[in-house]
C-alpha cells in the first residue's frame, strides 16, 4: 500500500503533467510568454489588449466602424449586443409570445404529431365525422357505427313509426 509520501508525490507528477499539456496548448511549450508574437509579454490580459488595439486600428482604417444607431451603411456595422437584441427581437416576432412548449418549428411539429399532411388528415378526420347540422349519405356500416357511438337505437329496431297502435288495441278489444 502506498504512503502518504508517495500518494502527494503521484498527485504533484500528475498535476504537472497535466499543466504541462495545457502550456503547449496555450503557447507552444514555451516557459513563458516569450512566443508570443505581440510586443507586450508582460501578461496574458496585456498581450490580448494589445491585439484588439490592433483589431480596432485595421478595422478603423479598412473604413468599418461598429454604430449601433446605423441604419444603412457600407462602412458601419452594428455592436454584437445590437445584433443579439435584434435576433432576440425577431425571434419573439416571430413567436408571437408562444408557451415555452411550442416556440421552436420542432415543437410545433411534435404537437401536430410529425405528420407533414397535418392539414389533409385533419380535413379527412372531420370528413368521417357525425353531422349535426346537415344530412349525411351514410353507408349501413357507418349508419351503425353512428349509432352506437351516440348510444341510440336503429330506425330498423324501432319499427314503422306510423303503426296505429289504437287501432290495434281496439282490434285487441274485440
Given at each position: 500500500?502506498?504512503?502518504?509520501?508517495?500518494?502527494i508525490?503521484?498527485?504533484a507528477?500528475?498535476?504537472?503533467?497535466?499543466?504541462?499539456a495545457?502550456?503547449?496548448l496555450?503557447?507552444?511549450?514555451?516557459?513563458?510568454?516569450?512566443?508570443?508574437?505581440?510586443?507586450?509579454?508582460?501578461?496574458?490580459v496585456?498581450?490580448?489588449?494589445?491585439?484588439?488595439?490592433?483589431?480596432?486600428?485595421?478595422?478603423?482604417?479598412?473604413?468599418?466602424?461598429?454604430?449601433?444607431?446605423?441604419?444603412?451603411?457600407?462602412?458601419?456595422?452594428?455592436?454584437?449586443?445590437?445584433i443579439?437584441?435584434?435576433?432576440?427581437?425577431?425571434?419573439?416576432?416571430?413567436t408571437a409570445?408562444?408557451?415555452?412548449?411550442?416556440?421552436?418549428?420542432?415543437?410545433?411539429a411534435?404537437?401536430?404529431?410529425?405528420?407533414?399532411?397535418?392539414?389533409?388528415?385533419?380535413?379527412?378526420?372531420?370528413?368521417?365525422?357525425?353531422?349535426?347540422?346537415?344530412?349525411?349519405?351514410?353507408?349501413?356500416?357507418?349508419?351503425?357505427?353512428?349509432?352506437?357511438?351516440?348510444?341510440?337505437?336503429?330506425?330498423?329496431?324501432i319499427?314503422d313509426t306510423?303503426?296505429?297502435?289504437t287501432?290495434?288495441?281496439?282490434?285487441?278489444?274485440?
Amino acid at each position: 500500500m502506498a504512503n502518504l509520501v508517495s500518494n502527494i508525490s503521484n498527485l504533484a507528477t500528475r498535476t504537472a503533467t497535466e499543466n504541462k499539456a495545457i502550456r503547449t496548448l496555450i503557447n507552444g511549450n514555451a516557459a513563458d510568454l516569450s512566443a508570443l508574437t505581440t510586443t507586450n509579454k508582460a501578461s496574458v490580459v496585456a498581450a490580448l489588449n494589445e491585439l484588439k488595439a490592433t483589431i480596432t486600428s485595421v478595422s478603423a482604417a479598412a473604413g468599418a466602424t461598429v454604430n449601433d444607431a446605423a441604419t444603412s451603411s457600407t462602412t458601419q456595422t452594428y455592436s454584437i449586443n445590437k445584433i443579439r437584441d435584434l435576433v432576440n427581437t425577431s425571434i419573439s416576432a416571430v413567436t408571437a409570445g408562444a408557451p415555452a412548449a411550442l416556440d421552436t418549428l420542432d415543437e410545433l411539429a411534435a404537437a401536430l404529431g410529425d405528420d407533414a399532411n397535418f392539414a389533409a388528415t385533419i380535413t379527412a378526420a372531420l370528413g368521417n365525422r357525425l353531422r349535426v347540422d346537415a344530412a349525411q349519405t351514410l353507408n349501413a356500416t357507418q349508419k351503425a357505427t353512428g349509432i352506437a357511438n351516440l348510444g341510440a337505437v336503429a330506425a330498423a329496431d324501432i319499427g314503422d313509426t306510423a303503426t296505429d297502435f289504437t287501432s290495434i288495441f281496439n282490434t285487441g278489444l274485440i
